[in-house]
């Protein structure tokens, strides 16, 4: 349960605090990022100027794959490395 007492908000106030959303969202997601860089030592997969790229701790990135234009990536395919 949350510390914060309950309060009721006005339609206003809550049109405010949603439009925050967006904001905070992106915000929440490049601190997951950052953190899953430095506290795990992990590399994470992403895509960047039409590639897919592996970032490593230490800043090196390496091209998995580039993609064709208008490419999109589904959530939760699995990549095969080519060798």
Do not use: C, W
Request: aromatic residues 2%; without cysteine.
């Amino acid at each position: 349960m949350s510390s914060r007492a309950s309060r009721t908000l006005s339609e206003r106030a809550m049109q405010m605090a949603e439009r925050r959303f967006p904001e905070l969202a992106a915000k929440s997601g490049h601190e997951a990022y950052k953190n899953t860089l430095s506290v795990t030592g992990a590399v994470v997969v992403k895509t960047s100027r039409g590639q897919i790229v592996e970032r490593r701790v230490d800043g090196t990135s390496t091209v998995l794959k580039s993609l064709q234009l208008g490419k999109r990536v589904r959530p939760g395919v699995v990549l095969k490395r080519v060798k």
